[in-house]
Each structure stands twice: as structure tokens, then as C-alpha cells.
């Protein structure tokens, strides 16, 4: 087995990007859960520090995720307090522990890749419309809010028009410069010098925008950065500040049936979105890796009761700062580790530094992770595909584009299994007519297939109902391994009821069963 640390040179640099995008990314839904602005940044560290170590994926990355963000919010109104929230988090990590030990995990196994492509390409979608305005200096919404419908009152689409109304160019000729130099880093320099490849784009990105800041500030004041459009840390001075800052769970709550409620909630929700997080992931990963799902629910409930015991806020498998992982070259669990350290490190001693990154530069890292989760290529090749593929995927990507994460899968899962039953609706048996005419006459034979489930129920009571009256039938089921009871109920109902049409029926390798009023 190779060692953690085999892939060092590019899971270091991976990690970096990826702290670099989650960083404003836990602070934002810090502020959008209307928890603790420190909250969220120790999840993203237990995320990074514990789950890493403990999950089997290779390249997913844990933190707070936005999917849970109405949840919260709506938790602290519940429960009364956020500190009543960290104890449900904790009891929602032990519920995943559970599932995890009840082999729960195999259910992400079950979702179509049509599905899982279009959240991709719907995530992928969504980064680029609402980075936009970040790109362009306009921040009146948070920096991870994936929702339509925003708390402002505007949407995806309005605050895209109110950013190219209001924009401010100091932000903005940051944000493309920053754009243009990630670009050509990663599609010329990287692929031309050595150097280039060993050093992230990202981390060039933001050194350059510093320094254009720091130009601004000394040459160009009217096109200076406002605090408002920079990344925010808390300033810690010592561990003692960063004790005083985290919030303890109130143990009172474990005692109050809305907790487990609450607990609940946070687990199941948590859960989906990490099963569909790792499963995006692994079709992601150039490598084709799979992740154990029961691992996986074991490793979040772990990370899930540790960050509600630190104050954190509930965490998930997040699929934004996974994509920046792989498309930053990361190989193993080590970047999202390195990620996890360097969030410890930069609340610690690297604030003054981190508090001066402008957002429109991390909005160009994210326009481009974007573009290439949503790449034009994929809906062509979803195209080709039919349109028991493209349908699916199409109708995910809107899904989530004008609701929210979950709402859409569950959209994109209801036509796909509209698709599995009518492939199983058409594939249930093969019917053989009678001879045609000046031939011998034969009888009508129904071969059944190998395996006929209850979702083959409607096509073969339709196919007997079709049969001619006065007609020799044979039902064949030597092929079937298996045949569902409803179907077997089916088959029985038709057998009572063919002497009336006067259909003279033989059954083959068919079990008979008792109905109901006979």
C-alpha cells in the first residue's frame, strides 16, 4: 500500500486550493445559518483534520455544506439557541454512526449516473451564475448561497442584472485580471514549465490580487478594495482567544424531545447529500476509485459529533470544494488533511494575510471550477446518449437551478425511475404468435424473462389482456429464476378468468397461487 505521503507534491498544493475556496466558504455559511462566525470554520477543520483520515474516499472534502443552512436556521428557532443545536449535532452524528453499522450507505449506490451528472453540471451551473456578482464586487449575499430564491429578496438572476447595474471596477479589473492569469497559468504555463506545475494557479491568483490591492491602495484609492468584498477571519491572538471563541452544546437539550427531532433532520439530510457528494466524486476522480459508503457514514457521524462537541457547525461531504480538489491535481486524503491544517493554521496566525484576499479573486477560482464541472462536452455526450439519459439529466440540472440541491435529485430520480419501469415494462417477456397463415397452426407462447419483478406487473396483465378470444396460450416460465408473487396473482387471476373468453391455457414452469375470493 503506498504511503500517505507518495503524493506529496500534489496533494500539498491541492490542499491549498481548496482551503483557499473553503475558507470564505465555511465564513459565509457561518453567517447565513446565523450561527457563530467561528462555527463553520471549526467544521471545515474537523472536516479536514478527522474525516479525512477516517473516510475511504480519496478526494472528497468535508465541511459545512450550504444545503444545510435553512436548517439551521431553522433549528435555532426551534430549539432556542445555537448551543441546543451543537447537542442535536452531536446526537445527528451518532444517528450516523448508526446507519453506518446498518450498511445504510449502499442506498447511494442506487442513483443513476444520468442523475449525478446533472447535479454536477446543475453545481457547476450555479457556481458560475453566483459568482458573478462576487466577481463583480457586489456582496449583499453570502459567498456559498447555491438557492434561486435569495434572503435579500432577489434571486439568481436579478442579482446577476442589479452586479452589472452597480459594479465596482476596482473588484471587477481584479477579478478578471485574476481570471485571465488562471487561464493562461493552467491552460499554457502549466503544460510548458515544471515550476508552473508544481505551484497552484490559485495561490498565484490571490498573491496577485494582494498586490494589485496593495497598488490600488498606494496609486489608485477610487479603485481600492472595500472590507465589505474581503475575506473576513476572526483575529485570534492566541489559543486563549480561540478557547474563548468556541461555543460549548447546551447538555440541557438532550433532555427536550425537539433535539432529537432536530438531530434527526441534520442526519438524514447530511447523509444524502454526502452519498451524492462521493458518488459525483468518484465518477470525478481520474483514477476510478470507489468509495465505501458505510465507511463514509461512519467517518461523517464521527466528524458530525466532534465539531457539535467544538462548537462547529454539521458537516457533509461537499462537492464544491471536491471538485477544486481534483481539478487541482489532488491524489489522496492528504490534500483534504492539508486543507483541514491549513484552515488551523490560518485562523492561528494568518489572518492579517487572509483578511486581504479580495472575494472577486476566489470568484474567479470558482468560475472556473465551474466551467469545467458544466462543460459543454457533457451535454453533448448526454445527448447522444438517448433521451432515457438526457432527460433525466436536463430535468436535475433545471430541478436544482430554480429549487435546491435535494429537491432536484429527488426531481431527476422520479424520471429516471420512470425510465427503469418502462424498460422493465418492455422487457417482462417475449410473445411468440401463431403461425401465419398456410402453415401449421401453433399456439401464442408468452416467454417470460429471467427475472420478472412486480414492476413487470402492468405490462404482462396488459399483454393477456390483448390476447384474442378462442385462442390456445401458453405462459412459459422456464427461463425465470425468479417470478414476483403479484405477478404469479396476475398470471392466476388470467388462468380463472380465460375459460370465459374461451382461451385454452397451458402453464409451463409456473407456480400457482391462491387468490383472493376463490
Not at 70 to 91: D, K, N, P
Not at 310 to 335: C, D, E, F, W, Y
Not at 367 to 378: D, R, S
Request: charged content about 15%; proline content about 6%.
Amino acid at each position: 500500500m503506498p504511503s500517505p505521503f507518495s503524493s506529496f507534491s500534489k496533494d500539498l498544493p491541492a490542499g491549498l486550493v481548496v482551503f483557499l475556496v473553503a475558507l470564505p466558504l465555511c465564513l459565509g455559511i457561518s453567517l447565513a445559518s446565523g450561527a457563530p462566525l467561528l462555527s463553520g470554520v471549526i467544521a471545515g477543520i474537523v472536516g479536514g483534520v478527522v474525516v479525512s483520515w477516517l473516510s475511504g474516499s480519496a478526494l472528497s472534502v468535508s465541511g459545512p455544506a450550504a444545503g444545510l443552512t435553512a436548517i439551521i436556521v431553522a433549528a435555532i428557532g426551534t430549539l432556542g439557541s445555537f448551543e441546543a443545536v451543537l447537542a442535536a449535532t452531536v446526537i445527528a452524528g451518532v444517528i450516523q454512526i448508526g446507519l453506518g453499522v446498518a450498511r445504510a450507505g449502499i442506498i447511494g449506490l442506487y442513483f443513476p449516473t444520468s442523475v449525478i451528472r446533472g447535479m454536477l453540471a446543475a453545481i457547476g451551473l450555479i457556481l458560475i451564475l453566483k459568482q458573478i456578482p462576487h466577481f463583480l464586487g457586489i456582496d449583499s449575499d453570502y459567498f456559498e448561497d447555491l438557492s434561486f430564491s435569495q434572503i435579500d429578496g432577489r434571486n439568481t438572476f436579478s442579482e446577476i442584472g442589479n452586479a452589472l447595474e452597480n459594479f465596482r471596477p476596482g473588484p471587477a479589473l481584479i477579478g478578471l485580471v485574476c481570471l485571465v492569469v488562471l487561464l493562461v497559468w493552467d491552460k499554457v504555463l502549466s503544460k510548458r514549465s515544471k515550476v508552473a506545475q508544481l505551484v497552484p494557479g490559485a495561490l498565484v491568483v490571490v498573491v496577485v490580487a494582494i498586490l494589485l490591492n496593495l497598488f490600488f491602495d498606494s496609486l489608485a484609492p477610487g479603485l481600492s478594495i472595500r472590507p465589505d468584498h474581503m475575506v473576513h477571519l476572526p483575529r485570534i491572538s492566541s489559543l486563549q482567544d480561540a478557547a474563548q471563541l468556541i461555543t460549548a452544546p447546551d447538555w440541557s437539550a438532550f433532555s427536550r424531545p425537539a433535539t432529537y427531532t432536530v438531530a434527526f433532520t441534520i442526519a438524514i439530510v447530511a447523509s444524502l447529500e454526502t452519498l451524492l457528494s462521493v458518488e459525483a466524486v468518484d465518477k470525478l476522480d481520474p483514477h476510478k476509485r470507489t468509495t465505501p459508503t458505510n465507511r463514509e457514514m461512519l467517518a461523517q457521524g464521527a466528524g458530525n459529533m466532534i465539531s457539535g462537541l467544538l462548537g462547529g457547525l454539521p458537516m457533509t461531504a461537499v462537492i464544491v470544494r471536491s471538485s477544486a480538489n481534483i481539478n487541482s491535481g489532488g491524489q489522496t486524503h492528504m490534500s483534504a488533511f492539508f486543507h483541514g491544517l491549513l484552515l488551523l493554521v490560518s485562523l492561528l496566525f494568518l489572518g492579517p494575510v487572509l483578511n486581504r484576499i479580495p472575494l472577486s479573486a476566489l470568484a474567479a477560482i470558482l468560475l472556473v471550477i465551474g466551467y469545467k464541472l458544466t462543460n459543454p462536452a457533457l451535454y453533448r455526450t448526454q445527448w447522444k446518449l438517448g433521451w432515457q439519459q438526457f432527460l433525466p439529466f436536463i430535468i436535475t440540472i433545471v430541478a436544482i437551478l430554480f429549487t435546491d440541491l435535494l429537491k432536484g435529485v429527488v426531481l431527476g430520480l422520479v424520471v429516471g425511475i420512470f425510465y427503469i419501469l418502462k424498460a422493465n415494462y418492455d422487457s417482462a417477456y417475449f410473445l411468440s404468435k401463431p403461425a401465419e397463415p398456410g402453415q401449421a397452426p401453433g399456439p401464442i407462447v408468452l416467454h417470460l424473462s429471467e427475472q420478472v419483478s412486480f414492476l413487470n406487473k402492468a405490462s404482462i396483465i396488459k399483454a393477456l389482456d390483448e390476447l384474442p378470444l378462442d385462442s390456445t396460450v401458453v405462459i412459459d416460465g422456464s427461463d425465470s429464476s425468479f417470478i414476483d408473487y403479484d405477478v404469479l396473482e396476475a398470471i392466476e387471476n388470467f388462468r380463472l378468468s380465460a375459460p370465459e373468453r374461451g382461451i385454452s391455457l397451458e402453464l409451463r414452469n409456473v407456480p400457482q397461487v391462491e387468490v383472493m375470493g376463490h
